[in-house]
């Protein structure tokens, strides 16, 4: 059992949209911040997002991140079959003082 | 090229201890906070550890408390994950990383897998 809650699954045809969410709590994404991660199968894991909403450099703006309260939410526009992934949201929990993530969200793109 | 390479994974039996290193190049690793982030097999990614810049501050999750303790050589660009009373439990890649929660440098990983 995860501390933050992802969907285990989504799916959407190339060249929608889709988004994913990310729900935790007041002492992790309530008061810290969120990063997501994309995990190609047999790649390390690649940062998209950080701090909330920011997007490393060479990270298309097909993807984006927001935050409200203790939720965040991870878009992906304008989806391409080289997407399809597991995507994963983490943050710091400050009463376990540990980072924490979530259990991952495989991506389909039919 | 900025990179982190992993290595020390081995089969170990149950009870047993493993030492991973993390090896980093292309940048300086004494003005960074590392971790190690694991994954087991079919399951998700969990962070392990957390130490600051200088070494004096640590932070684990709860399963390997008391059992695993990370450390550095900012000396020797290094990264390490000492790894005591080894359970199966802990059969996972084991990634180095660089930064926090908002790490955007990973090593490739080195399988750690406790059978007997």
């Known amino acids: 059992q995860s501390v933050l809650t992802q969907p285990p699954s989504v799916s959407a045809a190339p060249g929608q949209k889709v988004t994913i969410s990310c729900s935790g709590s007041?002492?992790?994404?309530?008061?810290?911040?969120i990063s997501w991660y994309q995990r190609l199968p047999g790649a390390a894991p690649k940062l998209l997002i950080y701090?909330?909403?920011k997007r490393p450099s060479g990270i298309p703006d097909r993807f984006s991140g927001s935050k409200s309260g203790t939720s965040g939410t991870l878009g992906i526009t304008g989806l391409q079959t080289g997407d399809e992934a597991d995507y994963y949201c983490t943050s710091w929990d400050s009463s376990l003082s540990v980072g924490v993530f979530g259990g991952g969200t495989k991506l389909t793109v039919l | 090229e900025v990179q982190l390479v992993e290595s020390g994974g081995n089969l170990v039996q149950p009870g047993g201890s493993l030492r991973l290193s993390c090896a980093a190049s292309g940048f300086t690793l004494r003005t960074h906070w590392m971790s190690w982030v694991r994954q087991a097999p079919g399951k998700g990614l969990e962070w392990v550890a957390h130490?600051?810049?200088?070494?004096?501050?640590?932070f684990y999750v709860d399963s390997v408390k008391g059992r695993f303790t990370i450390s550095r050589d900012n000396a020797k660009n290094s990264l390490f994950l000492q790894m005591n009373s080894l359970r199966v439990e802990d059969t996972a890649v084991y990634f180095c990383?660089?930064?926090?929660?908002?790490?955007?440098?990973w090593g490739q990983g080195t399988l750690v897998t406790i059978s007997s």
């Open positions: 990383t660089r930064g926090g929660v908002g790490a955007s440098l």
């Open positions: 130490i600051n810049p200088v070494g004096s501050e640590t």
């Open positions: 701090e909330d909403n």
């Open positions: 007041s002492s992790n994404i309530g008061k810290n911040l």
